[in-house]
């Protein structure tokens, strides 16, 4: 069974930069698995911020930027604001079917 | 604006089925695939399977069996049906649609919460 793995949880400082990994038990992350970024706040859908590695949607603000990084998916956040404070998820296209990674706890304190 | 409307709240007991819908507007039904996601409480976000414009489906290895993903463009409506439920089905189901072959999850549904409860 795969398993994609990102950190549990990351804390950091208004206006610092973040960076979050998304790790496939497969091997190396490529832009082969398309990599997706959602954000999700509490009692809320999850909104897309990056798919195709490092593709920001129109509504994606531009602190927020996808990219590859030592064999993984990474997800970078630039200047963070208060309300940047969430939960991140990776996704990974597999041959057919897809995968989610296990989640990042992003604290803004 | 591209909307995906889901149906309300399900309770169920354990081994019933359920259906949610998930009604798209906003934009033209048969262009997009229709993924659907769930998340347990507490939990992380669940890959469920896709149907696509023309009924094909696609299902996660652990739902296959018990999941059943259906179309009605009449309607611009895709369904999603679970059966022989557990507790451990409880969960928000969420819908999102992909243009095909963007890999590109941009548009998610609010989500439909399902209760499996004797």
């Known amino acids: 069974q795969t398993v994609v793995t990102q950190e549990p949880s990351l804390t950091v400082s208004p206006g610092g930069t973040v960076t979050l990994t998304c790790a496939s038990s497969t091997g190396a992350v490529t832009s082969g698995y398309y990599p997706n970024w959602f954000q999700q706040k509490p009692g809320q859908a999850p909104r897309a911020l990056i798919y195709?590695?490092?593709n920001r949607h129109s509504w994606t603000p531009a602190r927020f930027s996808g990219s590859l990084l030592g064999g993984k998916a990474a997800l970078t956040l630039s200047g963070v604001q208060p309300e940047d404070e969430a939960e991140y998820y990776c996704l990974l296209y597999y041959g057919g079917g897809y995968v989610f990674g296990t989640g990042t706890k992003v604290t803004v304190l | 604006q591209v909307q995906l409307v889901q149906s309300g709240a399900e309770v169920r007991e354990p081994g019933a089925s359920v259906k949610v819908s998930c009604k798209a507007s906003g934009y033209t039904f048969t262009t997009y695939h229709v993924h659907w996601v769930r998340q347990a409480p507490g939990q992380g976000l669940e890959y469920m399977g896709i149907i696509n414009p023309s009924g094909v489906t696609n299902y996660a290895q652990k739902f296959q069996g018990r999941v059943t993903m259906t179309s009605d463009t009449s309607t611009s409506t895709v369904y999603m049906e679970l059966s022989s439920l557990r507790s451990e089905d409880t969960a928000v189901y969420y819908c999102?649609?992909?243009?095909?072959?963007?890999?590109?999850?941009?548009?998610w549904g609010r989500g439909t919460l399902v209760t499996v409860s004797s």
């Open positions: 999102a649609r992909e243009l095909p072959g963007s890999f590109n999850f941009d548009y």
């Open positions: 195709s590695t490092s």
